[in-house]
T-cell receptor
Framework: GAVVSQHPSRVICKSGTSVKIECRSL??????MFWYRQFPKQSLMLMAT?????????EQGVEKDKFLINHASLTLSTLTVTSAHPEDSSFYIC??????????????FGPGTRLTVL | GDSVTQMEGPVTLSEEAFLTINCTYT??????LFWYVQYPGEGLQLLLK?????DKGSNKGFEATYRKETTSFHLEKGSVQVSDSAVYFC??????????FGTGTRLKVLA
């Protein structure tokens, strides 16, 4: 149980285009989803926290107009990188948690999406 | 603010060697503590967790004990295998449901 999927696993796009990444909780309802960014050989940096049906909360220094997050249902959150540039190339990982269940503080991570902007 | 400090890697061991990866934390209150493992090109998988002092988390031969007095949550395994080669992350949650991650420790096990 507690499986989180991401799509696509890899994407290459041209500079200036927008890219959408989907994060789905497959076998549980995720009241909260998190989006992280990971640079090569580094730790995860939390970008934003999204709760179903409300606006995402962005961490300091993350541009909300560039990284659009939508959490439209209890099983789906999307991250759209708008007007992508080469410096946006990174590994993006989502996670989901469900404080409604007994395991209130565990996050379950997706497999990640490798974004390369040319 | 809250923080997690992990030992720097890479850690290189021979198969069947004993593993310890140190993790210490600073936090207000009583955080939950986690170890996650990341295999190359993949996301993070929960390895084990502990939610209160003296709790021991264990999974797949790995263990970690929540030590409040030393603010530590060191990861141990008695006999590592080549398949354990990965990056290991220590993390805490202070009750905000947001994780603070350590920098990760890369483990390489040689046959």
């Amino acid at each position: 149980g507690a499986v989180v999927s991401q799509h696509p696993s890899r994407v290459i796009c041209k500079s200036g285009t927008s890219v959408k990444i989907e994060c789905r909780s497959l076998d549980f309802q995720a009241t909260t989803m998190f989006w992280y960014r990971q640079f090569p050989k580094q730790s995860l940096m939390l970008m934003a926290t999204s709760n179903e049906g409300s606006k995402a909360t962005y961490e300091q220094g993350v541009e909300k107009d560039k990284f659009l997050i939508n959490h439209a249902s209890l099983t789906l959150s999307t991250l759209t990188v708008t007007s992508a540039h080469p410096e946006d190339s990174s590994f993006y990982i989502c996670s989901a948690s469900t404080p409604l269940a007994g395991d209130t503080d565990t996050q379950y991570f997706g497999p990640g999406t490798r974004l390369t902007v040319l | 603010g809250d923080s997690v400090t992990q030992m720097e890697g890479p850690v290189t061991l021979s198969e069947e060697a004993f593993l310890t990866i140190n993790c210490t934390y600073t936090a207000t209150g009583y955080p939950s503590l986690f170890w996650y493992v990341q295999y190359p090109g993949e996301g993070l998988q929960l390895l084990l967790k502990a939610t209160k002092a003296d709790d021991k988390g264990s999974n797949k031969g790995f263990e970690a004990t929540y030590r409040k007095e030393t603010t530590s949550f060191h990861l141990e395994k008695g006999s590592v295998q080549v398949s354990d080669s990965a990056v290991y992350f220590c993390a805490l949650d202070s009750g905000t449901y947001k994780y603070i991650f350590g920098t990760g420790t890369r483990l390489k096990v040689l046959a």
